[in-house]
């Protein structure tokens, strides 16, 4: 026998042996086995995968990841789809399906390819610093396929994952989602009303030093305001031959958000302003250009910002309360608010998802490791599983843990990654042989 193999024999003595692995069945220790015996490969798996830019935008580099990340799937006798969205401006989405016996819950795991961080950015390469790895997308979302890769692979080496009926799907614009929304998350959606229990594989949550289940995610809608006003010399503004102009008309409406709209679990932010004498927005709205003059009271001022809400009808009481606050116009000025089209639905906790995180708890009993809490959905952003939560018991937070997401620096803690695919895997084996 090689070495390689006695370690393994090893590994999996240890785990017998130790006392907060005895509730485990003798194939749910081969999975923590399999998952620590390929700690190198999954490692190697996720540099390979950082390494090839896919921001959202990066249409040709989405698509190389999928590639990569395909021959994974269908090692493990999944058929993969490729479906593309080149047509409105994204790769596409990779999904690959397993089936089982048919017998137990159908289970949908999702995650993404894509990634916040496009060509021309500084930070596109992967580094490892001992338990720390750095690169684009480390932690949102490759780390999080890195999980759902090594889940399955310890699921196929129990002999657990053959009866498993599974489709995961993972999006190729997540992190920026073209419209119309209907069209880019339309198989997603149908995706959540075949199965019966979604799992999302973004980031796990940890709250002062505790890992948390998500069982809920707000919404996230985007607004703009737009002011047109009379213009003229300054020497007449607040008169009624001036009127107060556009800056003044958005600063009223903006403070009127601040003040008129707070609620438990709902924020809004600003995330843009501008107004002068001329004015013009980008084609993607995310940059803007204007002139103007002290002695010129400003005809145009704009402001886009976002929305996030825990339920519908928080969403559709705050959309009322904003048009109505919008609709009181100073004089001389005219102001209107649209809401994007595609924004990101809310995840409302029910007690389904929280059906799924008692079942996570007890593999976290059995495994020796602590409770997991509910996290606070104010301290999460949105997310596709969202897209599916209406129509499924879901439960979000089966990635591996980092820091520093969306921004240069962004890291993977690598021991997360092996813990979350123990938990994964165990979990998804136990819901297999749950009757539908």
């Given amino acids: 026998m090689t070495s390689r193999f006695h370690c393994a024999l090893g590994a999996l003595a240890v785990i017998v042996a130790t006392p907060a692995f005895a509730a485990l069945s003798p194939a749910e220790q081969k999975m923590i086995a399999t998952v620590d015996a390929e700690q190198v490969r999954t490692v190697g798996l996720l540099e390979r995968w950082v390494n090839q830019n896919s921001g959202s935008l990066n249409m040709a580099g989405v698509e190389a990841v999928a590639q990569m990340v395909r021959p994974e799937f269908e090692a493990l006798g999944f058929k993969t789809e490729w479906i593309d969205l080149k047509r409105i401006g994204r790769a596409g989405h990779l999904v690959a399906t397993h089936k089982g016996n048919g017998r137990g819950k159908r289970m949908l795991l999702i995650a993404h390819l894509d990634t916040v961080f496009e060509p021309h950015s500084p930070f596109q390469r992967w580094t490892r610093n001992g338990d720390k790895g750095e690169g684009p997308g480390a932690g949102d979302d490759k780390g999080g396929i890195a999980v759902i890769v090594s889940a399955l692979r310890a699921m196929q080496a129990a002999g657990t994952l053959k009866n498993a009926d599974i489709v995961v799907f993972m999006t190729g614009d997540e992190e920026d989602a073209a419209s119309p929304i209907e069209t880019t998350r339309g198989p997603l959606i149908k995706a959540g009303q075949w199965a019966d229990v979604a799992l999302d594989f973004e980031g796990l949550a940890v709250d002062q030093g505790r890992d948390m289940g998500s069982t809920a995610r707000r919404s996230s809608d985007t607004w703009t305001v737009t002011v047109t006003a009379k213009s003229g010399h300054s020497s007449g503004v607040g008169r009624p031959s001036g009127g107060y102009g556009a800056i003044y008309e958005l600063a009223r409406i903006i403070d009127a958000f601040r003040r008129e709209l707070p609620e438990e679990k709902l924020t809004y932010n600003v995330g843009m302003i501008g107004g002068g004498e001329t004015l013009e927005l980008s084609a993607d709205k995310i940059r803007g250009t204007e002139t103007g003059k002290s002695n010129i009271i400003a005809p145009k001022a704009v402001a886009r910002g976002d929305l996030r809400a825990l339920s519908q009808e928080q969403i559709d009481r705050t959309k009322a309360k904003m048009q109505a606050i919008v609709a009181q116009s100073l004089a001389g000025a005219k102001a209107t608010i649209e809401f994007d089209e595609g924004g990101y639905p809310p995840m409302a906790p ?72 123990k938990r994964a895997a165990i979990l998804m084996s136990r819901m297999s042989r749950e009757r539908r």
């Fill in 350 to 421: 029910t007690e389904g998802n929280r059906a799924i995180l008692a079942k996570l708890n007890g593999v976290n009993r059995d495994m020796g490791l602590p409770e997991m809490g509910e996290l606070d959905p104010e301290k999460r952003g949105a997310g596709d599983i969202s897209f599916v939560a209406k129509d499924v018991d879901s439960l979000a937070g089966f990635g591996s843990d980092g820091s520093g997401s969306h921004a240069p620096g962004e890291t993977v803690d690598i021991p997360s990654i092996f813990k979350q695919a």
